[in-house]
């Protein structure tokens, strides 16, 4: 779709933006594609399945970025600005941001794309006494049922704006079901015959994951902060109770962190996953294939 860059709503909001930053940023071209903009490369591998040579995407954040504080580029801006359309997917950032996106771009159709997805607490804790936490779980990606969901409500915010080709996105939706559905199976496949269920990871990015097949997620961080003593105690007591040999982090932890946390546990191996890929079959059954292997 065609639209002026809009520069001088913009502008206020680039000086207040992040300069640093490394994301790609889709050009904007003068074709009748639809432009889209998304928070995680997760999504944006959904969106251009579904929407295919008649759209244009790019996704705020990359492999390595924190989405909880997470701020988006000038050249971000400029092409949020020149978007016909963003996906919320529901992460932190998104709160501060997207107001600030309607502000740059009045014409701008934002639609939730978690929508029908029911969300479950942050698990930052093995044992939560009071059952307080900070917020929901916003890794709603990380999840074949979640997908499915997300994948049929990108169609349908796709044909609402281009119901010209709303035949084209639905084919496409229903090849990118099966596809999905494959990795659920693969998935249940891989984790039903498994000695055990708790696996320990640094950021509880799985709990989805584990929701969905009968896992127990052991997350170390507490409120996105290091864990107290008594805590970091707990996870070792758990870890050796559980016989677990396998330590998850995600790309842009610190390593050093790491391989401390698993000298002290006994871990013999570390995998680090990206909750963020693009290729989230590929990414998925990674994750499947590894957690498989911890929990024997």
Request: charged share 15%; proline share 6%.
């Amino acid at each position: 779709m065609k639209k002026p860059f809009l520069f001088l709503l913009v502008f206020s909001l680039l000086a207040g933006a992040c300069s640093n930053q490394t994301n790609n940023v889709s050009i904007v071209t003068g074709d009748d594609k639809l432009n889209v903009s998304v928070s995680i490369p997760s999504i944006q591998w959904l969106v251009d399945q579904i929407g295919g040579e008649h759209v244009h995407t790019q996704s705020l954040t990359s492999s390595g970025d924190d989405p909880h504080t997470y701020e988006p580029s000038p050249s971000q801006m400029i092409a949020v600005a020149a978007s016909d359309l963003y996906l919320t997917a529901g992460v932190e950032f998104e709160e501060v941001w997207i107001p600030k996106f309607i502000d740059a771009n009045s014409t701008l159709q934002v639609i939730d794309i978690s929508e029908g997805i029911i969300r479950i607490p942050i698990d930052d804790h093995l044992h939560s006494e009071d059952d307080e936490h900070d917020g929901l779980d916003p890794h709603i990606w990380l999840s074949p049922q979640n997908m499915q969901q997300i994948a049929q409500n990108i169609a349908a915010a796709l044909q609402t704006i281009d119901s010209e080709n709303s035949p084209f996105y639905q084919r496409n939706l229903s090849e990118v079901l099966v596809t999905i559905n494959q990795v659920d199976c693969q998935l249940s496949q891989a984790f039903s015959e498994t000695i055990r269920k708790q696996f320990l990871i640094i950021h509880p990015s799985l709990g989805y994951l584990a929701d969905s097949y009968g896992l127990q997620m052991i997350p170390v961080e507490v409120n996105g902060q290091e864990p107290s003593p008594a805590e970091l105690a707990e996870i070792l007591n758990a870890s050796e109770i559980y016989g677990i040999h396998t330590l998850f982090t995600q790309t842009g932890t610190n390593p050093l962190n790491v391989r401390m946390l698993a000298e002290y546990a006994g871990i013999t191996k570390i995998v680090e996953t990206d909750p963020m890929a693009y290729d989230w079959p590929a990414n998925m059954l990674f994750i499947g294939e590894n957690l498989q292997e911890a929990l024997n």
